[in-house]
Every structure is written in C-alpha cells, then in structure tokens.
C-alpha cells in the first residue's frame, strides 16, 4: 500500500534588493510597500525612503525579483533589480548619480518656475508700494502667461505622478501638489475671464503668480531633499567603497593578473601591493607589511601581518608585500557584512514610525476630505454673510490651495529614516552596528553595564608574568625546562608557557618522552630528567607532593603552574613556580572610566576566583564584582539586576556570554573581522575597543533625540499648520515655502548627527 506525505514543505526564502524612484513621501512608501506585498508570495518588505531602496524576502517557488519589480512599476514607479550578492562600490556610486541627477532635474524645473515668477511677482510689490492700490491689467496678462508655462512644464512632473498613483486608484504627495496648482490656476483663469467677459463686477485676487510660485518652491524643496538624501546616504556609500573594484589573482607558474574582484572565490590567492587594499577576508600565505584596520578596529595605528595571520577585505596595505588565501568574499566578507548590518538598522521601525506611516497611508485622502470641508464651510460662510461673487470664491480658493499644499506629509515619512541613516552610518564609520532599532532605542535607556572579563576586559590569551625558582635555579633555566616539557601540549597555559621562553630565546630541546594528564599538566622526560609541570592536583599524585604544593603556592592574584623534579625514589623535588595571567586591555581602564562619567553602573561578572576577580577590577576601576559565576549562572546575575530596577546591557564576546547577552535589555557583542555575523548582540562592536560602549550609548541618545525631534516637528507642522490653512490664514505661496522647509528642516536636523560629540 502506497502512503503520501501530505506535509507540507516550508517557503524557500529569498532575499532581493530592488532601487526604487519616484518615492517622495510616507505616503509613496505604503504604496510600494503594498504593491510588493501584494505580489503572491512575498513574506516581507523593507523600504528606506531615504535611500529609495526596498529589501523583499519572498517565497523563491512563488515569486521572482523580476516580477517584484514590475509590480512596483505598475504602482507608478521606477524599480531595478539589484545583482544578486549585495551592493557594492560601483553600484553606490550610480545610485548617487541618480540622485544627483534627481536633484539636477528638480533645480532646472525650480530656477524656470522662479524666472517665470520672481519678475512678475517683483513688479507687482514694485508697483503695489509705488502706486498703492492701481491695479494693472498687463500684470494679470502677464501672470496667466508665465502661469500657464509653469503648469505646463513644471507641473508636468507632478501631474505625471498624480495620474500613476488614480491609475492604481491611490493618492501621493503629488496629487495634492497637483490639485493645489490646479485649483489655483482654474480658479484665477475663471475670475479673469468673467472680469473681462463681465460677469463680475471687479477683478478679483488671482493666483497665478501663487500657482507659478508654489511649483518653483516646491521644486526647490525637492532639490534641497534630494541633495541632503545623498548626503545622508554618505557613510553607506563610503564603506562600500572602501572594497577595491579590482584584485590582482596569483595563479601557480603565472605572472599576477588583474581580475574583478567580484570574480575571486575562496581559496583563490591574491596579490596584495603597499598602498592596495585588501580585496577579500583571508589568510596570509606569504609576506609581511603593516595594515590599516581602522575601519574595522578604530585604532589609528597599523597592525603587522605575517604569514598564518587573518586580514580583513577594505583595509590598506600599508608598506610590504601580502600574498593572501581568500576565506571570505563577496556578501560573505566582513565589510559586506557590516553593510547589510547598517541597512537593516536603517529599513527596521520603532513603534512611533508604524504610527506615523499608519497615519501617513491615510493622510492624503484624509486632506482631501478636508480641503472638501473648507470650501464647503466657506461657501455656506460666505453665502451667509452676502459676499460678493469674487471675494467668496477668491477665499475659498485661497483656502482650498493653502490646505492641499501644506498638508503633505513629506516630513513624516523622512522623520526616522534619516536620523537613522545618519546616525546609523557614522557609527559603522566607527566600528558600531546597531541590528535593529530596538537596541538603539534600548542603549538609550541603559544604566547598568555589565562587562564580562575574559576576551572584554582583558586580551583573552593568558601571558606569564612571574617566574619563581624555589633554590639555587635560575629562572630563566626554570622557564627552559617547563617550556620544554610543555611545548607539545595544546593547553593555553602551555603555549603562553612555551611563547614566553621562545621570545626570551632560550633552547627548548625535544623531550625523550611526554605524557598528558587531562586537566592536570605533563609529565615529561628532559635530558634524563623527569619533570613534572603542572597545578597542585598533578604533583599531589606522588609522594611528597602534597608538602611540596603547600610550600609553593602562595595567595597570588595569578593562575600559578608549578615544576617540580622526579628523585630516584620516586618522590618530588619543587623547582619553582610560574604566574600567568590574562592581561587587562591597554583600554579598559579609561572605557570604564568613559562609562562612569555617563553615570552609568559598572559590574564585572567572571568565573574566576574572587581574588583575581577584585583584583581586575580595581585594575580598571569597577567596583561591583561577580565572581565564580558560571556562564549558565550569568543569565541569573542579569535578571538580578533587571529585578532591582536596573536597565542591563551585557558586554561580552557573543559566544560564551550569549545566554546573558539574551536576557539583558541590550547585548553588546565584542567582534573582530569575519565574524561579525556570528555575534549575537544587538549592538556589535566590529573592533575590540571598549571606547565603543560607550560611544554606542552616546550615539544612540543623540539618535533617538534626533528621531524624537523630528517626529515632533513633523507631526506639529501638520497638526498646526492644516487649521491655519483652513481658515484662510495661509496663502497658498506662503504653504509651499512652508511644506519645503518642513522637509528640509527634518533632513537638516538629522544631518546635525554628523557633528554631535561621540
């Protein structure tokens, strides 16, 4: 009997990049984002406004890119696909372009609607403060002229994009734009023709000018966005292109040869020459020189690299020459990795934003609405009251205009999209990325760090720092002989051992025999000598050594490896003793002492015993000590903390710490290179300087401040400035330059990011 199985497999997801243009607006980003998720098979999309940029995962049974984009298309705007593999220098680089071009477009259509209206506009006020009320008709003639030019060029564009959003039977930006122009110029076509034909008595006030104008600032405005859009996308674009285009590929019995770098795959050799970046994350196979790794690290000075030594792709060659093995490349590499950070960062929302994009998705049928209401009102008003024909439809178009164009939610929707973009871009400039917007909004909250102290505190690689004969041995003969005995051990102890004595040159023969006992030393034969190196469990074994361990160990704030010597009859001789210790970053101090001076409270929480413990701790200047904490028993001392009313951040190395770096409010990964990706904090410091914690917490209160402010002003622009329209007190001119501003205000406040003290 055959059996099926019903189950269902899950979704193969993938992940697409798509360049959107056309994006003005909070109200253009629910458009797109809707397009996309109503493509049969898209599981998410992520849409930054600032960048004009949306990231799809998508079911890759169901959909394509291809189709992703033309639904984006069909919506009224411009979409591409990006190459598979993640963005790169080049591709930024054309992404500028657009926008500059973007931008170029917008000022010529701004400086021709200003030629047609500066003049105009100057002559009337000209005239009107020479000749007071004089009303001259070539000035009317003059404005339905220039007016017409400006609906006609300038206002194309907008139409163009109010007729893409009815198609689809939504509205934009540009529909409010269009219908506040063209009720302008209809309205004032209209009174100038039923003044000259003679159904009104008077001319009334017309609003050619007004329609010119609005469209000429406008566009400004528009020029203005998209110059600081390119600004604000600045940090992204220079990391990407710190990744040289071109490699030189090191094939066997072939002269090196220039190849694209996006052609290398991992376990291709690449020749890399004094000044060249590095093309790929490797190994060095051959070589030696001094590189810049500050881009990773943010440490100023180069770092020597030799063969066996890893190298990180994008940073410099300083002097020398470097064959390396690639290990890493394209999407894989760290600098791509610290991309796709940064942006997801950028696409991610705090719940204030899904408010206002909430709001935004039904901002402009809502101002439709209302610019319905007030001419309504103002027309029953108007009856009421027996104005005359021209000032009652002179009010109610000014009033109509002023709400359409005022009311665009531009500043919304770019409110936390570019305090994000530059925020989030300067701190990958040094070595910080924020997953997600919940761990920025979180490190502004902090007041507790906890700091783990093996690999954060301290280098994480034990070193000696103490040699101690018990007789008449030299230490340097005490270090030979345990080093000798020690060097085929694998345990770090025993290579810190055998290090040490190698950089001090002294002979390491060959032992005749070597013996490990697990979690206690070796045990080996030396030129007929039998030592023993190990702790106080090994030489206990044997007799006399019990006496011998009492005698040489002694309370130190050290780890202690004991040597002693076989006798004839098989009792222990005490030759000495050697401290290792793992040794406090040069940086620790001072970090501690940065996050003091942000009033924060420092905790060191280790399994080691608690007089090391202490003693590291006043070494750096902590003064709350955890000690003999098991890594499955940190994740408690955390909750700890949070019970007492502490908001936590763990810092730590993301592996051994990742149970506490989960239950803390934030997680704070120290990372270096290629694993990047493997961290689990929601804050990764690529280098491994503790400055960054403290940077991290100063960036992301400057951040979230930023993002605040510009919600605020951009909520309060819209919710004061639409009632003032509505009565009339706003001249449609006067809205335009107001909405402009609005917008320009918001990317300037963010772009004040990039000053702010870190």
């Known amino acids: 009997m055959n059996t099926r199985d019903h189950t269902q497999a899950p979704p193969r997801l993938a992940e697409t990049a798509l360049t959107v243009g056309g994006m003005d607006c909070a109200s253009c980003v629910a458009h797109v984002e809707k397009a996309v998720r109503d493509v049969p098979g898209v599981a998410e999309c992520r849409i930054n406004l600032a960048r004009g940029r949306a990231t799809v995962r998508y079911d890759a049974g169901r959909a394509t890119p291809e189709r992703i984009a033309a639904a984006v298309k069909q919506a009224g705007y411009s979409a591409s696909v990006e190459p598979v593999g993640g963005g790169t220098g080049a591709m930024e680089k054309d992404r500028a372009a657009r926008q500059l071009e973007e931008a170029r477009a917008w000022l010529w259509r701004a400086m021709v609607a200003l030629a047609l209206w500066l003049p105009v506009e100057l002559t009337h006020w000209v005239l009107y403060l020479a000749g007071g009320h004089a009303h001259h008709a070539w000035l009317d003639w003059a404005g339905l002229v220039t007016g017409t030019l400006a609906i006609g060029y300038v206002g194309r564009g907008f139409y163009q994009g109010a007729w893409n959003g009815l198609k689809q039977r939504t509205t934009n930006m540009d529909t409010l734009i269009a219908l506040g122009s ?23 006030n017309l609003y050619f000018m007004e329609a010119t104008g609005l469209l000429g600032l406008i566009s400004l405005g528009h020029w203005l966005e998209a110059r600081a859009r390119v600004a604000a996308g600045s940090a992204i674009r220079q990391l990407l292109e710190l990744a040289p285009e071109r490699a030189w590929l090191v094939e066997d019995g072939l002269p090196p040869r220039d190849v694209a770098a996006a052609a290398l795959q991992v376990g291709d050799r690449v020749l890399v020459r004094p000044g060249d ?69 950028q696409a991610s929302k705090p719940p204030v934003q899904k408010l206002a994009d909430a709001i935004a998705a039904v901002f402009v049928p809502a101002v439709l609405l209302i610019a319905l209401g007030t001419g309504i009102g103002w027309f029953a008003w108007g009856q009421a009251h027996g104005w005359e024909s021209a000032v009652l439809w002179g009010t109610i178009a000014n009033a109509v205009c002023s709400v359409l164009i005022i009311a665009c939610p531009c500043a919304l929707g770019l409110a936390v999209p570019a305090a994000l973009m530059v925020g ?115 030489l206990e074994k044997y007799p006399g050594g019990d006496a011998i361990t009492a005698l040489a160990v002694q309370q130190t704030d050290s780890t202690s490896v004991l040597v002693a010597s076989m006798r004839a009859d098989g009792t222990v001789e005490p030759l000495g003793r050697i401290d290792l210790a793992d040794t406090v970053k040069p940086d620790s101090a001072a970090a501690v002492a ?96 503790l400055h960054g914690i403290a940077t991290a917490i100063l960036l992301s209160r400057a951040m979230m401040l930023k993002i605040r402010q510009n919600l605020l002003l951009a909520f309060l622009y819209n919710v004061l400035a639409i009632p003032l329209a509505a009565l009339g007190l706003l001249n449609p001119l006067i809205a335009a330059a107001a909405m402009a501003l609005s917008d320009v205000s918001v990317i300037g406040n963010a772009l004040l990011l990039r000053r702010t003290k870190i």
């Open 424 to 538: 989030t871009g300067r701190g990958a400039r040094r070595g910080i990325l924020f997953r997600d917007l919940d761990a920025l909004g979180q490190a502004a909250r902090i007041d507790t760090v906890v700091l783990d102290k093996t690999g954060t505190l301290t280098h994480g690689k034990p070193v000696v720092v103490g040699v101690t004969p018990l007789g008449s041995l030299p230490a340097d003969e005490l270090l030979r002989l345990a080093a000798a005995a020690e060097q085929s051990s694998e345990h770090p102890l025993a290579k810190a051992i055998t290090q040490h004595a190698r950089q001090r040159q002294l002979p390491l023969p060959n032992p005749e025999s070597f013996h490990s006992e697990a979690g206690l030393g070796v045990v080996a034969v030396i030129a007929g000598q039998t030592l023993l190196v190990g702790n106080a469990a090994l």
């Open 277 to 345: 970046r590095i093309p790929v994350d490797g190994l060095v196979v051959d070589g030696q020189a001094d590189v810049d790794e500050s881009m990773i690290s943010g440490e100023p000075l180069p770092v020597t690299r030799r063969t066996g030594d890893a190298v990180i792709g994008g940073t410099v060659n300083r002097d020398g020459r470097l064959v390396v093995r690639a290990t890493q490349v394209g999407a894989t590499t760290a600098l791509a990795q610290i991309v796709a950070l940064v942006e997801t960062a």
């Open 182 to 204: 063209t009720v302008a110029y209809l309205y004032s076509l209209v009174a100038f023709g039923g003044f000259h034909f003679g159904w009104w008595e008077r001319m009334p």
């Open 594 to 689: 940065a996050l003091h001076r942000l009033g924060m409270k420092t905790v060191l929480l280790t399994g080691d015993h608690a007089r090391a413990a202490a003693a590291m701790a006043r070494q750096v200047g902590i003064d709350d000590v955890r000690a003999n904490v098991k890594p499955d028993g940190k994740a408690a001392v955390i909750r700890q903390l949070q019970a007492a009313g502490r908001r936590v951040a763990m810092v730590g190395d993301g592996i051994n710490d990742a149970p506490a770096l989960a239950a803390a409010d934030l997680g704070i990964a120290i990372g270096s290179g290629s694993d990047i990706a493997k961290e689990t904090g929601g804050i990764v410091l690529v280098g491994n300087s």
